[in-house]
Nanobody, 112 residues
Framework: QVQLVESGGGLVQPGGSLRLSCAASESISSIRVIWYRQAPGKQREFVATITSTGSTNYADSVKGRFTASRDNAKNTVYLQMNNLKPEDTAVYYC???????WGQGTQVTVSL
Protein backbone atom coordinates (compact mmCIF):
# COMPACT_ATOMS: atom_id res chain seq x y z
CA GLN A 1 0.00 0.00 0.00
CA VAL A 2 1.14 3.50 -0.79
CA GLN A 3 -0.35 6.84 0.21
CA LEU A 4 -0.37 9.68 -2.28
CA VAL A 5 -0.76 13.40 -1.69
CA GLU A 6 -1.34 15.85 -4.52
CA SER A 7 -0.38 19.48 -4.19
CA GLY A 8 0.33 22.54 -6.29
CA GLY A 9 -3.13 23.41 -7.47
CA GLY A 10 -4.61 26.85 -7.31
CA LEU A 11 -6.22 29.66 -9.23
CA VAL A 12 -4.50 30.73 -12.43
CA GLN A 13 -5.44 32.87 -15.41
CA PRO A 14 -5.82 31.38 -18.88
CA GLY A 15 -2.40 30.94 -20.41
CA GLY A 16 -0.78 30.51 -17.03
CA SER A 17 1.09 27.57 -15.60
CA LEU A 18 1.00 25.32 -12.58
CA ARG A 19 3.17 22.46 -11.44
CA LEU A 20 1.38 19.70 -9.60
CA SER A 21 3.15 17.26 -7.33
CA CYS A 22 2.16 13.78 -6.28
CA ALA A 23 4.14 12.74 -3.23
CA ALA A 24 4.20 9.09 -2.25
CA SER A 25 4.70 7.65 1.20
CA GLU A 26 7.21 5.11 -0.02
CA SER A 27 9.25 4.24 -3.06
CA ILE A 28 7.29 4.26 -6.28
CA SER A 29 10.29 3.85 -8.53
CA SER A 30 8.90 0.72 -10.14
CA ILE A 31 5.29 1.86 -10.35
CA ARG A 32 3.37 3.49 -13.15
CA VAL A 33 1.53 6.61 -12.03
CA ILE A 34 -1.54 7.99 -13.75
CA TRP A 35 -2.96 11.49 -13.57
CA TYR A 36 -6.70 11.99 -13.80
CA ARG A 37 -8.96 14.97 -13.45
CA GLN A 38 -12.61 15.51 -12.73
CA ALA A 39 -14.38 18.70 -13.69
CA PRO A 40 -17.68 19.78 -12.15
CA GLY A 41 -20.54 17.79 -13.63
CA LYS A 42 -18.23 15.57 -15.65
CA GLN A 43 -16.82 12.09 -15.37
CA ARG A 44 -13.29 11.54 -14.23
CA GLU A 45 -10.98 11.54 -17.23
CA PHE A 46 -7.49 10.38 -18.01
CA VAL A 47 -4.84 13.09 -18.27
CA ALA A 48 -1.40 11.50 -18.36
CA THR A 49 0.59 8.40 -17.57
CA ILE A 50 4.21 8.10 -16.58
CA THR A 51 5.87 4.71 -16.44
CA SER A 52 8.62 3.55 -14.13
CA THR A 53 11.18 4.51 -16.75
CA GLY A 54 9.73 7.92 -17.39
CA SER A 55 7.85 7.21 -20.59
CA THR A 56 4.71 9.29 -20.89
CA ASN A 57 1.36 9.31 -22.60
CA TYR A 58 -1.17 12.12 -22.64
CA ALA A 59 -4.76 12.76 -23.40
CA ASP A 60 -5.20 14.58 -26.67
CA SER A 61 -6.71 17.52 -24.82
CA VAL A 62 -3.47 18.23 -22.94
CA LYS A 63 -0.85 17.00 -25.38
CA GLY A 64 1.79 19.63 -26.01
CA ARG A 65 0.79 21.62 -22.94
CA PHE A 66 1.27 19.21 -20.03
CA THR A 67 4.41 17.30 -19.13
CA ALA A 68 4.61 14.47 -16.62
CA SER A 69 7.89 13.68 -14.93
CA ARG A 70 9.17 11.90 -11.86
CA ASP A 71 11.90 12.10 -9.29
CA ASN A 72 12.19 8.65 -7.79
CA ALA A 73 14.70 9.80 -5.19
CA LYS A 74 11.97 12.06 -3.81
CA ASN A 75 9.16 9.54 -4.29
CA THR A 76 7.37 12.20 -6.28
CA VAL A 77 5.80 12.57 -9.69
CA TYR A 78 4.96 15.89 -11.28
CA LEU A 79 2.60 17.34 -13.81
CA GLN A 80 3.78 20.57 -15.39
CA MET A 81 0.76 22.35 -16.81
CA ASN A 82 1.38 25.15 -19.29
CA ASN A 83 -0.92 27.33 -21.35
CA LEU A 84 -3.81 26.48 -19.09
CA LYS A 85 -7.32 26.85 -20.40
CA PRO A 86 -10.63 27.26 -18.57
CA GLU A 87 -11.56 23.75 -19.63
CA ASP A 88 -8.61 22.46 -17.60
CA THR A 89 -10.47 23.45 -14.45
CA ALA A 90 -10.88 20.30 -12.38
CA VAL A 91 -9.71 18.41 -9.35
CA TYR A 92 -6.54 16.60 -10.33
CA TYR A 93 -5.71 13.20 -8.90
CA CYS A 94 -2.79 10.84 -9.14
CA UNK A 95 -3.08 7.09 -8.86
CA UNK A 96 -0.44 4.45 -8.56
CA UNK A 97 -1.11 1.60 -10.92
CA UNK A 98 0.04 -1.17 -8.61
CA UNK A 99 -1.88 -0.69 -5.37
CA UNK A 100 -4.54 1.44 -6.98
CA UNK A 101 -4.20 4.16 -4.36
CA TRP A 102 -5.59 7.62 -4.98
CA GLY A 103 -4.62 10.92 -3.49
CA GLN A 104 -7.28 13.29 -2.23
CA GLY A 105 -6.81 15.60 -5.19
CA THR A 106 -5.78 19.18 -5.75
CA GLN A 107 -8.04 21.84 -7.21
CA VAL A 108 -6.99 23.63 -10.38
CA THR A 109 -9.09 26.60 -11.40
CA VAL A 110 -8.36 28.46 -14.63
CA SER A 111 -10.29 31.68 -14.76
CA LEU A 112 -9.95 35.41 -15.14
Amino acid sequence: QVQLVESGGGLVQPGGSLRLSCAASESISSIRVIWYRQAPGKQREFVATITSTGSTNYADSVKGRFTASRDNAKNTVYLQMNNLKPEDTAVYYCKDDWFGSWGQGTQVTVSL
